[in-house]
């Protein structure tokens, strides 16, 4: 799913959260940017989310007399702005709104107070729940900051989301989130203190940042402390290595670990693009602000209730749960190794294909270019820091 979304942001140089609807409906029903070229695990949430848009696919065709075979390719922000794109149950608070976000604040964290807001709004088209919804604003101002050179202390302070209030549209975070960015995570003890990395939303946010701030130093034991948590390991990974590939960036990898990594050429080459689309992207030219589907940074939106979510019950399956404790539902699988061979012959999209062939070098050459040389006239002196620890949060 973070696949698709990145194709999704780098094809239509925008955010649309119609086309990443329709793309995550492409990996369910098609496997589309699957290492597999099958949609091998799918969270109930977000699955029941996908069938929902396909329902309101088939009404808006009905009512609009659209063309069933163009209904994917809508391009038109007349036709978007009658399209409800916030396809989720209300209660949906499962992970897996999180751990597919980083290519948003990728691609927007020059504006950081849209990157914030679309990080959101990119969790809540399959995860309704305004907890969901702030874990990933909360999350993707991490990321942002990660971006902009922050420092360790400055991302863990307990009063990051104070100092960084306009990110936020001075809106309130949940006061759950709220905790989590005062410091709940911080536990010497680890699992003995109650750390666990488990299908519900705030838990596996605190598990990913409790292994970030209890590794100081070490992408590498960082990543290990994440999956040896157990329960959801590979969701809280995923999510871990979203912020803490942000702040050490893409040489700091471990090299015996991206030896083995699937699809490496075309997760680098897909990196290389929401770098170079992301650069060339303005509020001023952006098709999102005109859809009122995607316009809630202009609505005042309040914290929702506070519910009893500590307990969230794991899937008999053995996975976590992507709704509140009543849904029964495992969880969802990024799918981001996926192979380069099969996946550059998936790049077609609503506004033509990608050309992730025509990259003019391999991703290590832009590394190095980028430490001596101006790829664009509009990129800052930090910004070149800033493409290698970008490709490394997306990898």
Known sequence: MALCLANSLVARKDFIPYDQLVRYKWWFRHGYMSS????????????????????????????SKFPKDKIDFVLSPDLLKKFNVDCSESDAAGNGALMRLAPVPLFFYRYPEY???FSGVS??????????????????????AALQGSSF??????????????????????????????GSYKKHGGYKEGIRGKGYIVQSLEAALWAFWSNKDS???????????????????????QLAGAYYGYHKLPDKWMQHMYGQEFIQ???????????????????????????????NITSSSITDKQNYHEHTS??????????????????????????Q?????????????????????QQAQNRNTSQHSTTSPKDYNTAERKSSTFV
């Open 219 to 241: 992408f590498e034991k960082g990543a290990l402390a994440a999956v040896n948590l157990g329960d959801d390991t590979d969701t809280t990974a995923a999510i871990y290595g």
């Open 269 to 299: 080459c897909l990196s290389q693009w929401i770098v170079y689309e992301g650069q060339r992207w303005s509020p001023d030219n952006s098709e999102t602000l005109n859809v009122p589907s995607a316009q809630s940074q202009y609505n």
């Open 318 to 343: 053995g996975g976590s749960s992507q709704t509140r404790p009543t849904s029964g539902a495992s969880h969802s699988s990024i799918g981001s190794t996926a192979s380069s061979r099969n996946m």
């Open 115 to 117: 990157a914030v807001e």
């Open 345 to 365: 012959s998936q790049m077609s999209t609503p506004s033509g294909s990608t050309q992730l062939d025509n990259a003019s070098s391999s991703f290590n050459t």
């Open 123 to 144: 969790g809540r088209t399959t995860h309704g729940d305004q907890i969901a919804y702030d874990a990933c604003r909360y999350y993707g101002a991490l990321i942002v």
């Open 36 to 63: 597999t070229g099958t949609c091998f695990d799918i969270g109930a949430a977000t699955k029941r989310s996908l069938i929902e848009f396909e329902h309101r696919q088939q009404a808006f065709m009905k009512k």
């Open 153 to 182: 202390e400055d991302l863990l302070d307990k009063n990051f989301y104070e100092n960084h209030l306009p990110w936020f549209n001075n809106k309130p975070l949940h006061k759950e989130i709220i905790k989590v960015a005062r």
